[in-house]
Structures are given as structure tokens and as C-alpha cells.
RNA sequence: CGGGGCGUAGCGCAGCUUGGUAGCGCGCCUGCUUUGGGAGCAGGAUGUCGCAGGUUCAAAUCCUGCCGCCCCGACCA
């Protein structure tokens, strides 16, 4: 394509809105511009990108031996009532009546009418197991859109479904897709990982998300130092640790003191001069509507969600007042578990501990020497905290660490959460009806992008692995008035358009300097530069954009060269 | 939804405190010069100062309401 033809308003402000790297270098380098909040028009070379991406998404969904389809984007709301998600999804979905006063949707996700799809047309398990997917424009009001395309409201989404009939060939699936995902981001040049997750509200059991390491992720990733264990934050597990017996004789006869106004653990670790580890928080959860006191170690946090999966509630919040005035007779700020009206569960942290320091469940009371077993009982140890930077590994000997990461992609396997609520049913070879089982998995598109830029740019401007490139070259003719310059630029362009290689011939009248930032902004992987001290040797400048290497090659051999480049780096991506 | 900030030319911003004919840089158009890292000179175009009310002889500037955008938090995946 030649510049002066291609519709590419590159910015040398930066915007003033723009917050992240990949926001600021996608508007510079005349990617997108936003139209309203969280919503954005994709220019051409911004849609480049975008196809790019697809494409290697779709040769591996392929492969793997999912079928693309195309659904609608509007969704009416019977289908979302079956699923029982019209009521539970809350206001990310957004909702809008036709003429006719129907209500409807705007598809935040497929899992309705895909099933639906299935349901209609698969009746018997000759047709499974399923796989189709799509790449489609999701809608999802969130209620704060930031970092431009990275967390938006409509952007572009590739979701696949299976479907199986029974639990080996769902899990089956799910490892097809598991590695398929692996394929397509170690195609885009990205460093990624899969890491566990928390399956959230999606439904089901187990999932992983893929995550692209970048320090301005919006997502804490627990990873093992020394094994291949990696998990998100919520998710991520803590071992058990081992059980000392603590002999009856070391424990200190159990005393009540004075602590006005000693509420936070802060405050009475000052008070009574104890440190944080040797007092034991009590935090009173509301789980659909039943009262339940957890126990940690006074410096670490509870991970809500571990508490809700463990007591399989529905709803889980901290107790408001009145529910901790009723369970524990004392204000909040002196919960202790000692003589307490409520379930009692601890996490692993408290299970050695001696000696401790609670709440009296009194007002402006603390307890010392607090036993458990002795003083109070507890239902069950679990694994119930946030995990800590050096915390054991739960796989192996190791120790975990934190880093950041960008969700780019979602597999999940969803069961029968949908199959069974919307009745996609089929006959076994018995002629018995069973449910389907499901899995989902997802690949943010447009994020994608975004979040290679974040891994791949320089004070420059954006540095494209050549996959994503949206072209592989750029021929910089350093003054198209020198006719002996445009002329060979002309000719090496018309051969590279021969050898079908992607190529920009920058054909503006433009100074050299605005070419090359231009160039660099826009991350072009190779640029060509032709200028008259080089061309009087007959010999042109190739210039890699990621090392900055710079070399001298003959003007005859410039098209293979840069044919052998880019082949390399496919072939070693393949 | 809570807290904060912003809205003036295509982009980035000043002007507002103290009311008096709307400015700067970049970009854009024309001409000449220049041509290997965002050129120089000369000339030129471009604004419902977010919207609606109000105060005033006079409002970008003061007052009220609304809208939009951004940031922090809550929320979500």
C-alpha cells in the first residue's frame, strides 16, 4: 500500500484521556479512535491488526475441529429468562424493548443461543461431540470502561462451545481447547500462561484463563518458582500445613482485658503491644442469610471467594451491625470465637497457633491466651486466606511469587449449567435422554491487541512481532523528488507486491525524520531505507525495528532478504 | 453509585481569580527555499468557548440546572 493513498492519521500529541501505554500508542499510531466511552472505531491499520489476529485464531480453532457459525447479536430476553440469567446478570447486560414493547439484549456472551441452536438440531449422540465458535462483536455495560480497548464495552470476541455426552468427552474437549489456546498465543509472539481460575458466575467448576504477563495487567497472577503452577489471585491455593500438637501444659490460663475503643487489629496490636500474628481476627459473614465467623491470623486477609465456595453459599457479604450484635453481644470491632452464637470455621493459618489474642465478644474486651479446643471449638480448617508473596506452593516444595498479567483468553467447563436449565438433551445408544455437557472458551480479540502492545513497544512507538504486523515492511524512500531514490523505491516495491510480501512504500513528500518516527510509531518490523549516499554503492538500508540492527544489502537482494526474514519468524512460530 | 478533575479551532493547551471585540503550539491550505530522525520564511483558513437558563449595559469568565469525558473507589470477568 502506498502512504500517501492509505487513510492513517497518526497523532505526535498524546491524548489526553489515554492512561496505558497501549491506549496512547493505539490512537497515536491511527489505530482507533473512540467514538463514546468504552466504544471504538478500528481504523485500517488498526483493523489489520485485528484480522490478523482472527486469522491465526481461526486456523487453530480449526484445527482443533471447532466450526465457525454466526449468531445474532440482539438476543431476545425468553431465551436469557430460560437460563435464569436474565434475573442474576445484573446490569452488564444491556437491555432495550423493540417496537413492539418485547424486551431483548444486546449479546454480552452466547451461551443462550447457542444452546438453543443445539438443542433444536442435535437429538441424538451420533452428532457428539460439538465444537462451534464464532468471532463476534460482545456488548457488555461495564460500568467503568478504561485503558481504551483493553477494558471496553463492545469489543471484539471469539467464543467457542462444546458440546459432549458425557464427562470424558467433555474434558476431552476442554484439553483440545486448552491446547489450541496455547498455540494461538504462542502464534501472536506473545509470553503468556495459563493459570488457574475461579469460575465465577459463568457457572461450572474449572477453568483457566491465559494470561499475557505485562506489569500494567489489571490481574494478579500467582505463579510457582519452581514447578508450573500458576493461578489468579482468588483462585490461587495455600497448603496445608502441617499439624503440631500443642501440649496442654504450654498453654497460659485464659484472661480478660481492658481495650477501649480497640477495634482494628492495628489498634490492638498497639494496645496490648502483640503483634498482629499473635491475634486471631474474627469476621462475620452473612451467607445467604445464616451468620458464619471466620478465623485468620490477624495479618492476613480472607479471600471471600474461598469462603464462599467452601460454605457453597449463593450470596456471601460481611455481616452488616446487626447481625454481629446479635451473634457475638458485643459491637463490631470485638468478635472473638470464644462462646460465639454462629458457625465456626478457620483458615489453615490459626491451626498452630497458642496463646492468641480475640475478641471477648464484650464491648472494649479483648481475650489473652486463647486456646483452641480448650477455649473454643472450631467446625473445620480450610484454606480460606489471600495468598502472600513466598507462601509454600501447593503442588510442590517451592515457593510462589506474584506478577501481572491481561486475561486475554477463557476456557471453561461449564457442565450441564446450561444444557440442563434450557434442556438440550439428546438419546444415548440405549435410547436414553441425557444432557449435554458444556464447555465455553473465549479469546478477547480486540485485547489481544492491546495487550501486545503493552508487551511490545519502545519510546518510539508500538514494535509488532511480525504475526500481528499489520504489514511486514515499510519502504522508506528518504526524497521522492531524487527520481533516482523514488525510482528504485518504486521498483522494490512493485517487486515485493510480486512476491506477495506486505509492504507500505511511503511515497509522501515528507521529510526523512517524519518518515522514520512514523515508522517507528506505527512498529512497522522492517524498514527499507533508500537514500543517495547507500543507493551510489548500489545498496540499500534494512532495519530490524525490534533490535535496531541496522545493515547495508545490495539493492538486488533486499527482497530476499526481507522474504527470509519474515519466513523465519513464522516458521519458528509455527 | 460515592469521591475528584476536565469540557475553549482537528490535536495539546492558555485565558476564567479581578466580566469589556478569543489566544498559543502542533496540524491544515498557498508560495518559495530545504530534504537521512518530527525543516525555515511569508501569507491564509478554522470556534455556537459542552448545552440551557439566569445576573449584567456587557459573560469563555459570575450564578443555577443539565449533558459528556477522564481518574480513584465500589462492581464485574
Keep these: 500500500m502506498r502512504y500517501s493513498e492509505m487513510h492513517l492519521p497518526t497523532l505526535r500529541e498524546i491524548p489526553s484521556d489515554a492512561e496505558v501505554i497501549s491506549h496512547k500508542l493505539m490512537i497515536r499510531a491511527g489505530m482507533i479512535r473512540k467514538l463514546t466511552s468504552g466504544i471504538y472505531s478500528y481504523l485500517p491499520l488498526g483493523y489489520r491488526v485485528i484480522r490478523k489476529v ?54 454480552p456472551t452466547h451461551e443462550e443461543v447457542i444452546t438453543d441452536l443445539v438443542r433444536n438440531d442435535v437429538k441424538t449422540y451420533r452428532q457428539l461431540p460439538l465444537n462451534l465458535y464464532q468471532i463476534q462483536t460482545k456488548f457488555r455495560d461495564e460500568v467503568r470502561p478504561r485503558f481504551g480497548v483493553m477494558r471496553c464495552r463492545e469489543f471484539g470476541m471469539k467464543d467457542a ?46 477453568s483457566h484463563e491465559f494470561m499475557v504477563m505485562a506489569d500494567s495487567g489489571e490481574d494478579a497472577i500467582v505463579f510457582c518458582e519452581k514447578c508450573s503452577y500458576a493461578a489468579n489471585l482468588e483462585k490461587a491455593e495455600i497448603a496445608q500445613p502441617a499439624k503440631k500438637n500443642i501440649p496442654e501444659k504450654d498453654m497460659l490460663p485464659l484472661e480478660s482485658v481492658h481495650t477501649p475503643n480497640a477495634r482494628t487489629i492495628e489498634e490492638v496490636s498497639a494496645f496490648l503491644k502483640v503483634k498482629p500474628e499473635n491475634i486471631i481476627k474474627t469476621l462475620i459473614f452473612n451467607a445467604d442469610g445464616h451468620p458464619c465467623a471466620v478465623l485468620i491470623r490477624g495479618d492476613q486477609e480472607v479471600n471471600e471467594i474461598k469462603v464462599k465456595n467452601y460454605l457453597g453459599a449463593g450470596e456471601l457479604e460481611l455481616a452488616d451491625d446487626e447481625i454481629i450484635n446479635k451473634a457475638t453481644g458485643a459491637p463490631r470491632g470485638f468478635a472473638g470465637a470464644v462462646n460465639i452464637k454462629t458457625r465456626v470455621i478457620a483458615d489453615y493459618s490459626i491451626m498452630n497457633m497458642i496463646n492468641f489474642v480475640t475478641g471477648a465478644n464484650k464491648q472494649d474486651y479483648h481475650l489473652k491466651n486463647v486456646n483452641v479446643g480448650r477455649d473454643f471449638q472450631v467446625e473445620a480448617y480450610a484454606d480460606l486466606r489471600v495468598v502472600e508473596e513466598n507462601d509454600s506452593c501447593p503442588r510442590c516444595a517451592g515457593k510462589v511469587k506474584f506478577a501481572r498479567g491481561i486475561e486475554v483468553g477463557h476456557v471453561f467447563k461449564l457442565g450441564t449449567k446450561y444444557s440442563k436449565a434450557m434442556k438440550a438433551v439428546y438419546l444415548d445408544k440405549d435410547g436414553q435422554e441425557k444432557t449435554m455437557i458444556m464447555g465455553c472458551y473465549g479469546i478477547g480479540i480486540s485485547r489481544t491487541v492491546a495487550a501486545c502492545i503493552e508487551q511490545n513497544h519502545d519510546d518510539q512507538g508500538i514494535v509488532w512481532p511480525v504475526p500481528l504486523a499489520p504489514y511486514h515492511v515499510i519502504i522508506t524512500p528518504v526524497n521522492v523528488n531524487d527520481k533516482s531514490i523514488s525510482d528504485v523505491a518504486e521498483n522494490l516495491y512493485n517487486k ?5 510480501i506486505e509492504a507500505i512504500l511511503d511515497d509522501r513528500d515528507e521529510r526523512a525524520g517524519v518518515k522514520f518516527n512514523d515508522a517507528d510509531l506505527i512498529g512497522i518490523p522492517l524498514r527499507v531505507v533508500i537514500g543517495q549516499k547507500n543507493l551510489a554503492l548500489n545498496k540499500v538500508e534494512l532495519k530490524i525495528r525490534q533490535t535496531g540492527e541496522n545493515k547495508l544489502i545490495a539493492v538486488d537482494e533486499i527482497v530476499n532478504e526481507v522474504k527470509e526474514y519474515v519466513n523465519k519468524v513464522f516458521s519458528s512460530a509455527e
Design 54 to 107: 482472527e486469522q491465526i485464531v481461526r486456523e487453530e480453532m480449526n484445527k482443533a475441529g471447532a466450526q465457525e457459525v454466526f449468531m445474532p447479536m440482539v438476543q431476545p430476553a425468553e431465551l436469557w429468562e430460560e437460563s435464569g440469567r436474565w434475573v442474576h446478570y445484573g446490569k452488564e447486560l444491556l437491555r432495550f424493548r423493540d417496537r413492539h414493547e418485547r424486551p431483548y439484549c444486546l449479546g
Design 161 to 206: 462451545y462444546s458440546f459432549d455426552a458425557d464427562e470424558e468427552g467433555a474434558q476431552n474437549s476442554y484439553e483440545k481447547m486448552f491446547k489450541a489456546y496455547n498455540n494461538i498465543f504462542r502464534r501472536c509472539g506473545l509470553r503468556f500462561r495459563p493459570v488457574e481460575a475461579d469460575s465465577g458466575s459463568i457457572g461450572g467448576k474449572y
Design 496 to 500: 515485493m507486491q510480486d512476491e506477495k
